[in-house]
Every structure is written in C-alpha cells, then in structure tokens.
C-alpha cells in the first residue's frame, strides 16, 4: 500500500513538473529537444494511425449492426442513437485512444527510461547538469497531450461513420438519417468531453510509464516486467479515472 | 579536515561513509581534489571506485560524511544546485553513457548548449570540431553510439567530458578492457586534451596508468581509501 501511494505521489510529481518545465522549453529549448518531440509526435500519433482506424472502423461496423437490429425489433429510434452516441463519443473514443497510447507509447517510455538508466545516460544526462525528466518524458508528455484529443476526435467520428453505414445495410435508417440524429443534440458536447478526457489519459499512461521506468537502476531483468506492469496499471488508472467521472457526472445531475 | 576548504580544492569528501544493501561499501573516505592536480584511485573491480565518483557528483547520497564541492558544501544542497555544481564538471562513466539518439558531434556538443552561458554557434562549432580532431573522431563524426567501437564510445565520453573545459574532471575506469593500443591512444589523447588548470580525478584498475598519470595516487581497497 505504502509502494503505491509512493508510486501515484511520484507521478503527480512527474506530471507537475513535467507542466512547470512546459514554459522553460518553450522559452530555452532543449539541446536537441525537437527531435525527441517529432520521434515522440510518430510515435503517439502516426504509427498507431492505422491500426486505430482500423479499430474505429470495426467497432463502428459492430455498433451498427447492433443498433440496426435492435432498430428492426424497436421503434426507439431517438433513444437507441442518442445511447450509441454518448457511448462512442464521450466513452469508446477516449478509452480507446488511452488504451493505444498505454499499450504503445507508454510501454515504449518505459522501456527507453529503463535502458537509459541501465546505459548510464539518466546518470550522463544529469553529470551535464541536465534532468532526465525533460530530456526524455517531456517531449512525450507534450506530443501525448497534444494528440490524444485529435486522434479521440478521429477515431469518434472514423466509429460514427461506420456504425452509420453498418446501420443502413441492417435496418431502415438510411446513412444520412442515423448521421443527422447522431450529430445533433448535445453531441458538441459530449464530444469536446471525450477530448478532454483523451487528455487527462494521455497524462495518466505518461505519469504511469515514467513511474516505471524510473523504478529500473541495475537490474535489466525488471525490464520486461515494468513494461508489461506500466501497460497493466495504465489501463487499470484509465479505467478507475472513467468510473469517477461517471460517478461525478452522475453526482452532477 | 578543517571546516575552511583551501580555495584551490575543487572538490573534497569528508569521512564519508556509504552502507548499500546492508554492505558498507565506503568507509571514512577523505579525498580532496585541488585545481591543476591529478589525482588518480587505483582499485580493483568491486572495490567502490564508481561509487566514489557517484557521490562526488551528487549521483549517490552517502550515509555519512559530506561532500564540498567549489567551496560550497553540497550536504542538504537540492537538484538546482547540484545541477549548477555538475555545470563545472566534466564527468566521464565507465560505459560511456553516450546519448543513444545524438551522433557523436551532437554527443559532445551536449555540454556546450547545456552551459549556463551558452555560446554562439559559431564558437560551439569551433570547439566541436577541435575536440573531434584531439579525440581522433572526425571520422565518426556523424556515427551512431551503436555504430562505434569501444575505444571509439570511451573517446567520445573522454572529449564530451572535456569539451567545455571543466574546472573537475572525473574519469571512471575509462581505459578499462581496452587492447594496449587502444588504452595508449587513449591515455595520450587524455593527457593532450586535459586543461592545465582543471583538476583530475582518474579512477581505475591500471596500475601503470595510475604511475604514469598521476600526481597524486591512492588506493581503494572494499571501499577503504588507502595511501599509494
């Protein structure tokens, strides 16, 4: 118990002073700080880039035909879409961009934090009166925090497109018909909310990594471990943050 | 060791002690390195040499004793100070500890843009390109760490250590597992890079480097500081 409010101190600590060095970047960058960031923006937002697509695309197809069916034995029509919209735009989207970034860029933070410790660079970049923190989590904090929100923003709408055509081929509602009802209302809303909760995951899995690739000094072994336990607790924290929203959303009328 | 540290001593350890594991691996070490001198550890593997270069640079707390570094003493002294302290040294680590991601010119310049007055970019490239030729890397100039021997990785830390004319320089075990002809082209590029005024703690496990280089030498024997 003690290890882990250690750990969650730790990476509230990485997270604060991650944001505090976001100023001084800007201002003083980094030797060769903008490369770590394009190498960090690839690799948060580029190379997932297809496999999410993909991934938005056949859930959409999932929904779809889920909904088309249920359209054929019911006649919510306003209920059933207005469900599948707070689902996939305020829920689905984020959720699955966090788990991507956890499963991708988190892992990959670890593992670089875990062998610059075992390479003697942490200890080099701090010998040069550097800090480890903004050399190596920084870049991937900004280009994380940056891109979740696009590619929630993405991967909503790449879902809603498919589920609509899924929807036409299964059911009465025409393409058209299922997008204006879904677009519409307070989907501003629960679209601005998904963006905003891809941000707070983007952080967690960033805070997440760091914690774990910190924890490796000496020991290469622990290296796979901390991986597989920076992806684990990632989608375990992203998943705890949904549920307190949720509770507070509920709380909040 | 009186409280008042002699204004050319650049860095001194005071009954420093360090227990690792439930194992006391620094004993009472009292080590003081003064501006212009070479002091050189000699020890076996194991006997606590990189450890002793870790607590110089603030990279490992000791349990006991302190450590006074540029005057100041650094017992208490928070991240910014000692990042302001390892500003005015130039440390070398026994694997090199190259940046995987920088080539071997962007490696060495690393301390120049990090120094707290960085300078123009022509004066950076200027002195990039002198530590290249003095350092025998103009080839490899673009290489990757990976890419690079292991002579060729320990002469790229030896020029990044000393690019910025340091007033400390701490070498660990640097010549360590080179052939003869390597660890030679390494001790003469050491000692033609070396600013006269800077003072030089040299830790390593060669006896002959020890005589050679050293002003000053002692012996580390399981974490004990010992005379010649």
């Not at chain 1, 924290?237 to 009328?253: E, H, Q, R």
């Not at chain 2, 990189?50 to 208490?76: P, Q, Y």
């Not at chain 2, 080539?103 to 690393?110: D, G, K, L, R, S």
């Not at chain 2, 990090?114 to 950076?124: D, F, H, L, T």
Request: aromatic content about 6%; charged content about 15%.
């Amino acid at each position: 118990m003690r290890r882990v409010i250690q750990d969650i101190g730790y990476g509230v600590y990485v997270v604060l002073a991650c944001l505090r060095l976001l100023p001084v970047v800007a201002l003083r960058p980094e030797p060769f700080g903008y490369r770590r960031f394009l190498a960090a923006f690839v690799e948060v937002g580029l190379r997932p880039f297809p496999t999410l697509t993909l991934l938005a695309a056949l859930i959409g197809i999932i929904v779809g035909v889920g909904v088309g069916e249920a359209l054929t034995v019911l006649n919510f029509e306003v209920l059933l879409v207005e469900s599948v919209r707070a689902i996939v735009l305020r829920e689905f989207a984020p959720l699955l961009v966090g788990v991507l970034i956890a499963g991708r860029s988190g892992v990959l933070l670890t593992a670089r934090l875990g062998t610059m410790a075992l390479a003697e660079e942490t200890d080099a970049i701090l010998a040069m009166g550097a800090d480890p923190l903004r050399h190596a989590v920084l870049p991937v904090l900004a280009a994380a925090m940056l891109l979740a929100p696009l590619i929630t923003a993405w991967c909503g709408l790449t879902t809603i497109a498919f589920s609509a055509v899924a929807v036409e081929w299964n059911s009465n509602m025409s393409t058209p018909q299922f997008l204006e009802m879904m677009l519409t209302g307070d989907a501003g809303h629960a679209f601005l909310y998904g963006l905003g909760k891809s941000v707070v995951f983007a952080v967690l899995v960033v805070a997440t990594a760091t914690v774990h690739g910190t924890r490796l000094v000496r020991d290469a072994s622990l290296l796979p471990r901390m991986a597989t336990d920076t992806f684990t607790h990632a989608f375990l924290a992203i998943l705890g943050v949904t549920a307190l929203f949720l509770v507070l959303d509920t709380y909040n009328g | 060791m009186d409280d008042v540290m002699p204004i050319s001593t650049l860095a001194a350890l005071e009954h420093i002690g360090l227990v690792s594991h439930g194992r006391r691996v620094l004993d009472d070490v009292e080590l003081a390195v003064a501006a212009g001198e070479t002091v050189v550890v000699q020890g076996d593997n194991g006997a606590g040499k990189s450890l002793l270069l870790r607590v110089i640079a603030g990279l490992a707390r000791a349990s006991e004793g302190r450590v006074r570094l540029f005057g100041s003493d650094m017992s208490g002294a928070g991240p910014a100070s000692w990042a302001a302290a390892r500003r005015r040294m130039g440390i070398a680590f026994q694997n090199g500890g190259l940046l995987n991601e920088l080539t071997v010119a962007e490696n060495i310049a690393y301390p120049l843009l990090m120094a707290e007055n960085r300078p123009s970019p022509r004066a950076v490239a200027s002195k990039l390109e002198h530590a290249l030729i003095s350092a025998g890397l103009y080839r490899v100039a673009d290489a990757l760490p990976w890419q690079l021997s292991s002579g060729q990785v320990r002469l790229t830390a030896l020029a990044r250590a000393t690019v910025a004319e340091p007033e400390l320089v701490l070498l660990d075990d640097l010549f360590a597992g080179l052939d003869d002809d390597a660890a030679l082209e390494m001790e003469q590029r050491f000692l033609a890079s070396r600013n006269p005024t800077a003072g030089v703690l040299l830790l390593t496990s060669e006896a002959a480097l020890a005589e050679r280089c050293a002003d000053r030498r002692l012996r580390l024997e399981l974490g004990v500081l010992r005379g010649p």
